[in-house]
């Protein structure tokens, strides 16, 4: 099993900027492609971003697109989310999950196909 740890979360005004990151452990990192969804409160979980094992290969969705940026360090077993361009609609607690098996290039954006979801971290965009 995969445990993993975001962190980086917290308030900024609309516009701005945030670096979230998740620390994974448990098993073979660099095997597992990885991702960061987002849920606000009241609505369903949202896929934000996907990053491939290798860091090669990234996908975003819509909302993501053109403003936030995934990428990985597979020495430091560590996934990161560059969150720019901030609104208000970006509010939501974020959270990173492992594709659930290795070496998957698809673009996977269902949250059942991932596990190890992390506790998440609170991101509030203020206008």
């Known amino acids: 099993q995969v445990q993993l740890v975001e962190s980086g979360g917290g308030s900024v005004q609309a516009g701005g900027s945030l670096r979230l990151s998740c620390a994974a452990s448990g098993r073979s990192f660099s095997t597992y492609s990885m991702g960061w969804f987002r849920q606000a409160p009241g609505k369903e979980r949202e896929f934000v971003a996907r990053i491939s094992w290798t860091g090669q290969t990234t996908y975003y969705g819509d909302s993501a697109k053109g403003r936030f940026i995934i990428t990985r360090d597979n020495a430091k077993n560590m996934v990161f989310l560059q969150l720019g361009g901030l609104k208000p609609e970006d509010t939501a607690v974020y959270h990173c999950?492992?594709?659930?098996?290795?070496?998957?290039?698809?673009?996977?954006?269902?949250?059942?196909?991932?596990?190890?979801w992390g506790q998440g971290t609170q991101v509030t965009v203020s206008s």
């Open positions: 999950a492992s594709d659930r098996l290795p070496y998957r290039r698809s673009e996977l954006t269902a949250t059942y196909e991932y596990d190890g």
